[in-house]
């Protein structure tokens, strides 16, 4: 049974709060999670359609990359483009904001592999 979060618990003030307050968690909120980071890199090569990406993220479930989409593109870091043909013709690209995004993500990887010893080099 789906639970409703109670909108004004202290649990969900003191998330909006860390949320506006620490650009860090902003971010991490906006491009956690285990897909999310791969999406993105996948994107940063070319505009792909749904099964481009499905093909090239062959573990994440049907229901995962659907919803990791959406979140993307609610927080305006992809662009879905669906063309009015049959069959449906739906692509996703990065925004502006996404493609800024890119550095960060450079980061990320470069100090994970600085400091992640299980890292194959």
Not at 9 to 28: A, D, M, R
Not at 83 to 102: A, D, W
Request: net charge positive; proline share 5%; with cysteine.
């Amino acid at each position: 049974m789906y639970k409703q979060i109670k909108e004004n618990s202290t649990n969900q003030f003191n998330k909006h709060g860390i949320l506006t307050k620490c650009p860090i968690t902003f971010t991490l909120n906006k491009i956690g999670g285990r897909w999310k980071p791969l999406i993105l890199y996948q994107l940063t090569m070319k505009t792909m359609r749904y099964g481009e990406l499905k093909k090239a993220l062959p573990s994440i479930t049907e229901k995962m990359l659907a919803q990791h989409l959406k979140e993307l593109e609610f927080d305006k870091l992809i662009v879905r483009k669906a063309l009015p043909v049959i069959p449906p013709n739906v692509s996703y690209s990065l925004t502006k904001s996404g493609k800024e995004m890119q550095k960060v993500l450079a980061a990320m990887a470069t100090w994970g592999i600085k400091f992640n010893k299980q890292v194959i080099k």
